[in-house]
């Protein structure tokens, strides 16, 4: 039995590790992808004042505390019963859409874009944010930094500070926008829309102009055929701060709408002694393995799940692309995981003109942004669609209003599964008698990082290039092939 | 002449603290173009390996963050320390445990017994994971959880505190702007085990409300009332850690309506940040009867949570007598 | 006797304040009026002064229990402070309940100057309260709290 370890993972929030066995042929028989950390907020939490989770929850990720503030938020108004006012919920989703274009901005450009935009074959110094800017142009570097700084400056005006947002309250905010600030962030919006655009064009023109590109992106290796899940509004467009939580089978159909407070009777995680995280699957259809198909209750939920999920985007600019994305991919579902960075930016449009809309809303700057609650606090359920996947908080209290019992489903954490089999299928197709070399760890790589594990930032140093090195031992446990790929 | 080299590693923490420094915008060209950065996980390819290769104190800047929740966290933080010169506790996990140290209320058992029974847990033979475990094609390992979490300081030898959750993007740069100046012997650091990037007053020195002799009669929630935007919080009933919290944030959080939940740590001086607390809030309650004192108590409804949230690792006790008990 | 028959001594902090308590611990003293000598004294010049890190140094330092005294409510030699102690002894008890130690081990007394005996025979008291309770055998900084609990499994 020989062995492959790499160790750790990087770009992902915390720390992964991924074993991966060959049999005496040498061809792959199993990998796992473990993660080695436990911080306990479902315990810890118990005890604090529901006021806090908002605040407390931020702390579970820094890259996208936004979008625990909001579940949190969610989860504490129904809590408390309490409908907050129109404009506290457009104020959130203001602060919400901001963020997402922010925090895609950053993870196409400076992760999972260089991939395509420098293709899988480019040489190993270009595949990163220089390498993009190279062929893009100089400009694309500033603009991503001034994305991100717009981003940041939306998220501190609502929310009070850039990293962990301190205004979201039971009810509502605990303040409003100016006039001022309004005009400043319609400003900030029409320039995200216009880089949205671009970016969108750079994909088409790099990326979708290269056949080769679009065979990689249509091939089979990085192909899966699961369930999909994302949040829609009324009319079943894409809507990342409220709604129902859809789920559309391997064909397409809708399998399954549920209401936030409904989520236990759909969900269950499976659990497996060999590592700290569960994998989260539709209980009604069983957890059958790490496997695809109908019969398999595995699902995915990221960029790409939530336009399959969907019958289409809430916003013109996003909509056309939408229908483009599909007339090119062969129709919906589109099960190809590297189309995940393709819906990505096609979110960053919806995000970025969803901005626009709410800071032109009349009533953004009312005074009516927080309504106390009347009602006994007892339980509650707020799910909003993390960049990475539906994010689900439930929170029990007592009569006071202090916690109970906490319940979490977090964004990556639905894509356990679908990661692990993604690196399997891969290492698999790829690993053939016991012959490993420079192409396995890029494609690797890509089948990872496709999902946009929860961190991805990079500036100056080298962000595209995952550090891998892969042991090879003989039947007694001697190395007899080190490969290493970034690693100096 | 090559660069400096820098460092930065994420222990038990959420990623806040690299999004500040990235947070600095453009800054960060100065930093690249004055370091070298040689072991950063969330950005770039160097592994543990590369640093044990790596001479001690060859690395001249750590910024560590992150608490000791396992032991891997632990064997990194002394690895590092060997290999760095300057090793800074960077954000308030390092310095003082933060929000994951509020696990210290709790034994670790329970910690991992709640993660693995929830309501949607499916987990008929009532595993726990196990730090090793034999699958049929070999052994595979994770790292063993530490029974109480442990902050930098109590691990290592640290140069300096940098506090915060995280530290403010604008302090991240005076810092960095500090340390390239010391490198080019145009300033000087301060001395060993200082805190930088931060004040050395408090919070209530920076916000911007109006304050009065305060006379609490109620503690209030702020969620149940409509706060005056420009009176003081506390003095307002609403629990506010202001007076015992390091300056240095501009009081973001009472500026934008919330109070202050104790971010940046203790006050200079301060030996024990919820003792500060305690010692604030009950002088301020208006009752000397002890029946009439009890209630006004009462609507405090989590004493060691607002006191200690982020702070219970780096508190004098470190963890609750349960946590002890395993 | 072995060690573990010999009967628990408690350690016990006891914080006093100049005007009054600490004369009520001087009184008893000079009358020989006998009190356990599991109490260590600590002069401050008024229970006001007793500020809670003071308490929790003592509990993290070893000890199993703390006593705060001064002077009766309407008595204090600065006119109000007294009632300060008052409460932060209130708050602090609540805290410790959270943080595992039982109520039991935090005792608020006041006494006067001229109180020598019901000083003494109120140390009596709460010192076997205190034996009762147990050590509390705050775990000290190094210390392996408790056994870790993964263990290799086969499959």
């Known amino acids: 039995?020989?062995?492959?370890?790499?160790?750790?993972?990087?770009?992902?929030?915390?720390?992964?590790?991924?074993?991966?066995?060959?049999?005496?042929?040498?061809?792959?028989?199993?990998?796992?992808?473990?993660?080695?950390?436990?911080?306990?907020?479902?315990?810890?939490?118990?005890?604090?004042?529901?006021?806090?989770?908002?605040?407390?929850?931020?702390?579970?990720?820094?890259?996208?505390?936004?979008?625990?503030?909001?579940?949190?938020?969610?989860?504490?108004?129904?809590?408390?019963?309490?409908?907050v006012p129109r404009t506290g919920k457009m104020l959130r989703e203001l602060l919400y859409s901001a963020f997402y274009a922010t925090d895609h901005t950053t993870h196409f450009y400076a992760l999972g874009g260089p991939d395509f935009i420098m293709g899988p074959d480019a040489p190993v110094a270009e595949r990163n944010i220089l390498g993009v800017i190279h062929k893009v142009g100089l400009e694309i570097g500033g603009k991503v930094i001034q994305m991100r700084k717009f981003g940041h400056t939306v998220v501190e005006m609502i929310g009070g500070r850039k990293v962990h947002p301190c205004t979201s309250i039971p009810g509502g905010l605990t303040k409003g926008i100016t006039e001022e600030q309004r005009k400043e962030i319609e400003q900030m919006g029409r320039w995200a829309i216009e880089f949205a655009q671009f970016s969108l064009q750079a994909f088409n023109d790099i990326v979708l102009g290269n056949k080769t590109y679009v065979d990689l992106i249509l091939g089979d290796i990085y192909t899966h055929k699961t369930y999909y899940m994302g949040m829609v509004d009324e009319k079943n467009k894409v809507n990342f701060y409220d709604g129902k939580v859809r789920v559309v089978g391997p064909d397409g159909k809708e399998y399954v709408k549920y209401e936030p407070k409904d989520y236990a009777a759909h969900i269950a995680e499976h659990v497996e002694p060999w590592t700290y995280l569960k994998f989260p699957y539709l209980k009604n259809v069983g957890w059958k393995g790490f496997v695809d198909g109908p019969e398999s209750g595995v699902y995915m939920a990221t960029p790409l799940s939530r336009l399959n999920a969907s019958d289409g985007m809430a916003t013109p600019l996003a909509q056309a692309e939408y229908e483009k994305f599909y007339s090119t991919l062969g129709g919906k579902p589109v099960h190809q995981r590297l189309a995940i960075h393709w819906a990505r930016l096609i979110e960053l449009l919806y995000a970025a003109e969803r901005w626009v809309e709410l800071a032109t809303d009349p009533e953004i700057t009312s005074p009516n942004f927080h309504a106390i609650p009347t009602a006994v606090p007892s339980e509650g359920v707020g799910i909003v669609e993390a960049p990475r996947g539906t994010l689900t908080h439930h929170y029990w209290t007592d009569e006071r209003g202090v916690v109970t019992k906490v319940n979490l489903i977090v964004g990556t954490t639905n894509n356990y599964a679908p990661i692990t089999m993604s690196i399997k299928k891969?290492?698999?197709?790829?690993?053939?008698?016991?012959?490993?070399?420079?192409?396995?760890?890029?494609?690797?790589?890509?089948?990872?990082?496709?999902?946009?594990?929860?961190?991805?930032?990079?500036?100056?140093?080298?962000?595209?290039?995952?550090?891998?090195?892969?042991?090879?031992?003989?039947?007694?446990?001697?190395?007899?092939n080190n490969l290493k790929q970034f690693c100096d | 002449m090559s660069k400096p080299k820098f460092a930065m590693y994420w222990a038990a923490s959420c990623g806040g603290c690299e999004i500040a420094v990235l947070n600095i915008h453009e800054k960060i060209l100065d930093v690249d173009a004055a370091f070298e950065v040689v072991f950063w996980p969330v950005a770039m390819d160097a592994k543990y390996k590369d640093v044990e290769a790596m001479a001690d104190g060859e690395i001249t800047l750590c910024l560590f963050n992150g608490g000791m929740r396992n032991d891997e966290n632990e064997h990194?933080?002394?690895?590092?320390?060997?290999?760095?010169?300057?090793?800074?506790?960077?954000?308030?996990?390092?310095?003082?445990?933060?929000?994951?140290?509020?696990a210290n209320f709790s034994p670790i058992k329970e910690i991992i017994d709640t993660a693995f029974t929830t309501i949607t847990t499916d987990n008929p033979e009532n595993i726990r994971p196990q730090s090793s475990f034999t699958m049929p094609e070999g052994i595979i390992t994770i790292p063993t959880l530490n029974p109480v979490l442990k902050t930098l300081g109590q691990t290592v030898d640290v140069d300096y505190f940098m506090p915060?959750?995280?530290?403010?993007?604008?302090?991240?740069?005076?810092?960095?702007?500090?340390?390239?100046?010391?490198?080019?012997?145009?300033?000087?650091?301060?001395?060993?085990?200082?805190?930088?990037?931060?004040?050395?007053?408090?919070?209530?020195?920076?916000?911007?409300?109006?304050?009065?002799?305060?006379?609490?009669?109620?503690?209030?929630?702020?969620?149940?009332?409509?706060?005056?935007?420009?009176?003081?919080?506390?003095?307002?009933?609403?629990?506010?850690?202001?007076?015992?919290?390091?300056?240095?944030?501009?009081?973001?959080?009472?500026?934008?309506?919330?109070?202050?939940?104790?971010?940046?740590?203790?006050?200079?001086?301060?030996?024990?940040?919820?003792?500060?607390?305690?010692?604030?809030?009950?002088?301020?309650?208006?009752?000397?009867?002890?029946?009439?004192?009890?209630?006004?108590?009462?609507?405090?409804?989590?004493?060691?949570?607002?006191?200690?949230?982020?702070?219970?690792?780096?508190?004098?006790?470190?963890?609750?007598?349960?946590a002890q008990k395993g | 006797m072995t060690e573990e028959s010999k009967p628990f001594e408690p350690v016990i902090i006891g914080f006093t304040c100049n005007w009054c308590s600490y004369r009520a611990a001087d009184m008893a003293g000079t009358a020989r009026m006998k009190y356990a000598p599991n109490i260590r004294l600590i002069r401050l010049m008024c229970s006001g002064r007793l500020d809670p890190t003071f308490v929790f140094k003592a509990f993290a330092g070893g000890a199993d229990a703390v006593l705060i005294s001064g002077c009766h409510p309407g008595d204090c030699h600065y006119v109000e402070q007294n009632y300060k102690a008052m409460r932060r002894f209130h708050l602090l008890k609540r805290v410790l309940v959270q943080m595992g130690i039982e109520p039991g081990r935090l005792k608020l007394l006041w006494a006067s100057a001229a109180e020598g005996a019901i000083f003494a025979a109120e140390i009596n008291k709460f010192t076997e309260e205190v034996r009762a309770l147990g050590p509390l055998n705050w775990a000290q900084p190094g210390e392996q709290v408790s056994t870790p609990i993964m263990e290799e499994v086969t499959a």
């Open chain 1, 1 to 83: 039995m020989q062995r492959i370890t790499i160790d750790p993972i990087t770009r992902l929030e915390g720390h992964g590790k991924i074993e991966i066995f060959l049999n005496e042929q040498g061809n792959v028989t199993n990998t796992y992808f473990q993660i080695p950390e436990l911080r306990g907020f479902e315990r810890f939490c118990v005890g604090r004042p529901v006021e806090e989770m908002p605040l407390l929850t931020n702390r579970i990720c820094g890259v996208c505390p936004e979008a625990h503030h909001m579940a949190a938020a969610k989860a504490a108004d129904a809590v408390y019963k309490v409908e």
């Open chain 2, 76 to 102: 990194i933080a002394h690895l590092l320390r060997k290999k760095s010169k300057i090793m800074v506790a960077f954000g308030s996990c390092a310095c003082e445990g933060c929000i994951p140290g509020l």
């Open chain 1, 426 to 480: 891969a290492a698999e197709n790829l690993i053939k008698k016991g012959n490993v070399n420079e192409g396995l760890l890029n494609m690797v790589e890509m089948a990872f990082r496709a999902y946009d594990p929860c961190f991805g930032c990079a500036t100056h140093s080298l962000p595209g290039r995952m550090p891998l090195e892969i042991t090879i031992h003989d039947a007694q446990g001697n190395p007899i």
């Open chain 2, 164 to 322: 915060g959750c995280p530290p403010e993007s604008h302090q991240i740069e005076a810092v960095v702007g500090l340390v390239i100046a010391a490198l080019n012997g145009k300033a000087e650091l301060p001395p060993k085990g200082a805190t930088i990037g931060a004040g050395t007053t408090t919070v209530c020195d920076d916000c911007p409300r109006k304050r009065n002799l305060k006379t609490i009669k109620e503690f209030g929630r702020i969620q149940l009332m409509k706060a005056d935007p420009e009176l003081c919080l506390l003095e307002q009933g609403i629990p506010c850690n202001g007076p015992a919290t390091r300056n240095g944030c501009n009081a973001r959080c009472p500026s934008a309506g919330a109070q202050c939940i104790g971010c940046y740590g203790p006050a200079e001086g301060v030996v024990d940040y919820g003792a500060r607390l305690i010692s604030a809030f009950a002088s301020v309650i208006d009752s000397n009867k002890p029946d009439e004192i009890d209630k006004i108590l009462d609507g405090l409804v989590d004493p060691a949570g607002q006191f200690y949230r982020f702070n219970l690792a780096g508190s004098l006790l470190r963890s609750s007598k349960y």
